[in-house]
């Protein structure tokens, strides 16, 4: 048994080793480890070579770059499409006519081959992220003064999350026989995930935002009443006019608070049924997104929310624009408080029982075909 | 050496496979092979020779089936370890060399890596391909794609050989190569299962042959039982007239004939007309159609028996006595040679296993051959 399975890992190495893409993709990954490399941070700013600019913030800025550049772009979009494309061909090549025949005329059941090869089809995105993620432990480490160990959680966070888009590939690859096809399709329902990720982090911060603003109508017209109560005792002209314009300023909040009261039951109702969708499907950007968990802390996430707040928001002198652009922020910040507060369970344990499912699938397509 | 024991190789009862509900690829197959035997599957296209090897293999399941494989039941795969298999269309990964499709393989089988090392270069070796062992198997021709396969097959030593086409694309001393091989694991007490359409080189390896015809063994057993049934004795008398001539013979012979009210059988113009010694005896079963080139001709057969004797049937001026007692023929010479016909040729025939395909595949009453493809829902139950 452990003498079939290592057969079939070191077939699946030599596969991956005889596929250009593969070592394509491994020299582009240490390219862009080693550019990434010329820029690093220190307590008092940015330096690129010989060059320093001064910048507040640099080491947590240079983290949030590494976050950017290096876990999101790098590795769960472009290693991820590579990965996707040189793996798509493994199953359908498996099921093809006169090669599945040598597999299953094996003693080897037939659940066990499709189990270890669908494991195995993992190998080219392990050692992809072990060669990032190692490069990045060091990187950070030595650019941007701050060892994560934590940082090697990418190599089975990664893996996790490509596994979700490699299940899908794996069930249309057996359901097609082509590879064409499961890439594409596969890329297809990457997507539509990706799509629903959006759909439901904009109605988060939007229901955030409307939240904010509806609280901050209310504080204004209580307040409005409170000024009234005072200014309808006093017997001042002034005052009289204070009255007219507050009246107004009320009845605009008034007006606005029930346009967003009027429109918040809608806007929950659309982001229960996105977020129920989103509950079903996996969530690739959300697992990929559990690393910067271990990038940055709940006090850094807060305190970087706060200073760019403080930095970027100045009052206009415009009311309603400020309010409008405050909302904007606390939407922000409160989607950023939603997604850290969201458990892990829910995050990849719903995804991985998603992937269980369509592998499940998959598998019995597999073991129940003649071929 | 063959052993008709009450443990087969393959012990196959009632196997069916329907496709999708329509396309009847085997109906209620019965097969024994025996250990130790070399055992030739044969049918034309589409007979289910292919789906009765992959039920075998487990690489499609059947609809039904009874039976044992290597004394367990079909399906079991941990049997599989003792079978060595060899696909038709076989395709290894293009990235392995020889050695390591080999070593693959052999490791699936469970061989342990010391033996498997071992074996690799031994068989490679017998399948003469020692040279090539460690060079890339995409650089390979198919008939070295061929040796590899069944070195694939052999290399974790089974107790049964599946072989589906073994020198299909292979050059003539490839094939008598393979053949070589099979013959040593024969020696060696295994059993071997081959599924060819390449008569002749079954005929001169198999022990013992079925004829699958549209899902259901047409014929079955030693070569020697499957023609013994069909010797005969044929003699050609020459004469001017072929009517007159005709007309002699049956008036010299003492035999009761029937006039045939069955319909007239196809035969191919090459039979029609007396064949010499040279061209080599003619086939036993005359039904064969015509070449597409040339126009079909069709023939009268006065069929009749020998008053106390075996069945007798004329075609053109050919006389075929069915027996393979010499005693009666010499009766009938003598009567012709009394009524004055000239006999040319007098021959003891034994049929080919062509001849015994080509008459398993051929409707008895329309002398149709059959026509490729597995019977669908509509015909599966009068195929017989």
Known sequence: MIEQ????????????????LFWITLILSGV???????????????????????????????????????????????????????????????????????????????????????M?????????????????????????????????????????????????????????????????????????????????????????SQDYLANYYRDEIHSADARLGELHASTRPADRMAVVDLTEQRASDQERLETVEAGLPAT??????????????????????????????????????????????????????????????????????????????????????????VLLLAGWVFCRRDY | ????????????????????????????????????????????????????????MTVVRPTRAQGKILGHPVGHKPTLARVGYLPENHRFPKYLTGRQVLDFFSALAGVDRVTRRRRSAEFLDI????????????????????????????????????????TDGVDPVGRRDILDVLNRIRGQGRTVFVNSHALSELEAICDRVAILVKGRVAKQGTLDELTVAKQRYEIEVAAGDAG??????????????????????????????APTSASGPPPLNYAIPAPPSLPPRTTIVDRGTLRGGPPIELAGLTLRIETTDPQPVQGIIDALRSAGLMIVRVESVRPSLEDLFIEAVTDPLTGQVATPGAASAARAGGTK
Not at chain 1, 8 to 16: G, K, M, N, T
Not at chain 1, 309 to 329: I, K, L, P, W
């Open chain 1, 32 to 118: 862009f480890i080693a550019a990434f490399a010329l820029l690093g941070a220190d307590p008092k700013g940015f330096h690129l070579l010989w060059f320093h600019w001064d910048m507040p913030m640099a080491r947590y800025l240079y983290k949030q770059i590494f976050s950017y550049l290096v876990v999101g772009l790098w590795l769960t979009f472009v290693s991820a499409t590579l990965a996707l494309v040189s793996t798509a061909g493994i199953f359908p090549d498996l099921i093809s006519t006169g090669a599945i025949d040598l597999y299953l005329s094996k003693p080897l059941s037939r659940p066990r081959l499709f189990l270890t090869k669908y």
């Open chain 2, 244 to 273: 007159d001539g005709r007309r002699r013979v049956r008036a010299a012979l003492p035999a009761d004939w029937k006039e045939s009210t069955e319909p007239a059988r196809v035969i191919p113009p090459a039979a029609a007309v």
């Open chain 1, 120 to 208: 195995s089809g993992l190998l080219f995105v392990t050692l992809q992220v072990a060669l990032v993620a190692v490069g990045g432990f060091i990187l950070l480490g030595v650019r941007g003064g701050e060892w994560k160990p934590g940082l090697l959680l990418a190599i089975p966070i990664v893996v996790c999350f490509f596994s979700y888009l490699f299940a899908i590939s794996v069930f249309l690859g057996i359901l097609t026989r082509s590879s064409i096809a499961a890439l594409l399709l596969a890329v297809l329902c990457w997507g539509f995930f990706w799509a629903v990720h959006k759909t439901d982090q904009f109605l988060s911060k939007e229901l955030a």
């Open chain 1, 268 to 357: 929950r109702r659309t982001h229960r049924i996105v977020y129920a969708i989103y509950s079903a499907v996996p969530k690739t950007t959300e697992t990929t997104d559990v690393l910067d968990r271990t990038l940055f802390s709940n006090d850094e996430v807060a305190e970087g929310d706060e200073k760019t707040t403080s930095m970027f928001v100045r009052s206009t002198g415009n009311r309603d624009f400020d309010a409008q652009r405050n909302a904007a922020m606390q939407g922000e910040a409160g989607y950023h408080r939603e997604i850290r507060g969201r458990s892990l369970f829910w995050i990849i344990g719903t995804s991985l029982t998603f992937e269980a499912v």
């Open chain 2, 1 to 56: 050496m063959t052993t008709a024991s009450s443990d087969p190789a393959i012990d196959l009862h009632q196997v069916f496979k329907v496709y999708g509900r329509r396309v009847h690829a085997l109906q209620g197959v019965d097969l024994r092979v025996n250990r130790g035997e070399v055992f030739g599957l044969l049918g034309p296209n589409g007979a289910g020779k292919s789906t009765l090897v992959k039920i075998m």
């Open chain 1, 5 to 20: 399975t290592i057969a079939l890992f070191i077939d699946a190495y030599r596969d991956l080793n005889a596929r250009k």
């Open chain 2, 127 to 166: 399948v003469g391909m020692t040279e090539w062992a460690d060079t890339k198997i995409s650089t390979y021709s198919k008939g070295m794609l061929q040796r590899v396969g069944l070195a694939q097959a052999l290399v974790h030593e089974p107790d049964l050989v599946v072989l589906d086409e073994p």
